[in-house]
């Protein structure tokens, strides 16, 4: 059955604008809590876990590793739904989500289970082609209960909860592992596991699309439209924002664990264990509550933005989101302080607010009638860009420049040659009894020979130039567009 949402009416408020939105779009945006919730749980910590040398229980794999893992995990959960929202809007959008559930459930077991790099990389890529089957058929399911005149509020109301879920998946985490490692894994399948129960919560929604043809149909539809200039142009200068964004989840909670020192926070707040963790150089604020920064301020801020900017032109609004995203990554691991890594974040969640919403709600207003869930397969295409070489690029980039156990081997090496037969997950503790200091005077030793924040400005560089190209954009994509788009 169609789903007709009428338009908001002129002068509606924004309380009023909310409250007409249909039922399904609110079980939707739960279902799409209950997921992130499951998946923030384990991504915010999962980079500790595969690379991070003194981690116990971790794997102990490389910063390149890690960096490999997370290309093909970003070429999967984000390449697939080129293809699979297309699919969503062929063969329905229950459908597709109630089978997206049953690899990601399987994708976390294998998580739990495997330690070595093959079978563990197996069990993260199962994880991200769920998560690609996923979205489209929830996304695709939401664009059927919103128009032009309410999107910029219904996406921003979207973005603030699936926020909830993602501030709610570090405290699960910061519990879980204390518990052990398997059990993120475990706990996460057994949460995403809720919306199988979701499903029965609204009526089906009608995708739309042409309820005919076979698999080469979808896929030459999928194809041909990417080659429309505007839409490749708008694909190509969003894979540089996705670059730089990703490296918030994917290196800074390492570079946190690494360098930053937040025991002042620490100790002037006088904040409980379960934000804390204990390391070498003191109490710190665990990096999964530093990263949540990003998330807190979205759910308290994100709907009130995405009211304010609701009349701005919405690239105007994403090339104003990524200078400012770009600029807060730079502050974020510009000093050791924790403070600055704070306001850091802050400063990239407003730029994430004026950007990543509207970049689905831009894509959602310029898609034909019936291909609504293929184009939010489209918004996928420059996150595989931007995050698959952007992971590459990061594992290169922090094991030359970043990586504290390597940076300490490498001191070891050019005084003296110290680090012959040293192990990565030892450099550290060489380091300190070679030189009688302890771990927080040898970290600011390293920080001061080899100027480790240096690695964060190819990245912010990147995103300066993507919000320069999308001003460009602007202009040309102009003739191509309504006024309100």
């Not at 399987?106 to 690609?132: D, N, S």
Request: glycine share 10%.
């Amino acid at each position: 059955m169609s789903t007709t949402v009428a338009a908001t009416a002129p002068g509606e408020t924004m309380g009023e604008t909310l409250r007409r939105l249909p039922r399904a779009f609110w079980m939707l945006n739960v279902m799409e809590m209950i997921e992130r919730l499951a998946y923030y749980g384990v991504r915010v910590v999962i980079p500790i876990y595969i690379a991070q040398a003194d981690e116990v229980h971790g794997l102990h794999f490389s910063q390149s590793q890690k960096g490999a893992i997370f290309m093909m995990w970003a070429l999967v959960q984000a390449g697939v739904p080129i293809l699979s929202g297309g699919f969503a809007d062929r063969y329905g959008y229950k459908r597709t989500i109630a089978v997206s559930i049953a690899i990601k459930v399987a994708g976390y077991l294998l998580m739990a289970t495997q330690r070595e790099f093959w079978p563990f990389t197996i069990g993260c890529l199962v994880l991200a082609l769920g998560t690609a089957i996923f979205k489209p058929g929830i996304q695709g399911s939401m664009l059927q209960q919103l128009d032009k005149g309410n999107s910029s509020i219904g996406w921003g109301a979207f973005y603030m909860l699936v926020n909830v879920g993602g501030f709610l998946g570090p405290p699960l985490a910061h519990f879980l592992y204390g518990v052990s490692w398997p059990a993120v894994f475990y706990g996460c399948a057994a949460i995403v596991s809720l919306n199988f129960l979701m499903l029965f919560t609204y009526p089906s929604v009608a995708a739309g699309g042409v309820q005919s043809g076979g698999v080469l149909r979808v896929a030459k539809t999928t194809f041909r439209n990417l080659a429309q200039p505007r839409l490749a142009a708008f694909i190509l200068i969003m894979s540089g924002f996705w670059l730089m964004f990703m490296q918030l989840f994917d290196m800074l909670p390492n570079f946190i664990v690494d360098w930053v020192d937040s025991s002042a926070i620490v100790s002037t707040l006088r904040l409980p264990a379960m934000f804390t963790n204990e390391t070498p150089r003191g109490t710190m604020i665990a990096q999964e509550w530093m990263i949540n920064a990003n998330s807190f301020l979205i759910i308290l801020c994100v709907v009130w933005i995405s009211h304010l900017v609701a009349r701005m032109r919405r690239v105007h609004s994403i090339m104003v989101g990524i200078a400012v995203a770009s600029l807060g990554l730079m502050l974020s691991g510009f000093t050791m302080s924790g403070l600055a890594c704070i306001v850091g974040i802050l400063f990239f969640s407003v730029g994430e607010m004026l950007a990543s919403p509207k970049m689905n709600d831009y894509l959602g207003v310029i898609a034909p009638e019936g291909q609504k869930a293929l184009y939010m397969g489209y918004a996928n295409v420059p996150i595989a860009i931007g995050w698959a070489y952007g992971s590459f690029l990061g594992g290169q980039i922090y094991d030359a420049m970043g990586d504290k156990a390597n940076l300490a081997l490498r001191y070891l090496k050019e005084h003296g040659g110290l680090d012959i037969g040293v192990d990565r997950t030892a450099a550290m503790d060489t380091l300190q009894r070679a030189l009688h200091l302890d771990a927080g005077a040898a970290t600011r030793l390293l920080w001061t020979t080899y100027d480790p924040w240096r690695l964060w400005i190819p990245f912010a560089m990147i995103g300066i130039a993507s919000s320069i190209a999308i001003a460009v954009y602007a202009r040309w994509a102009r003739r191509y567009e309504a006024p309100d788009v």
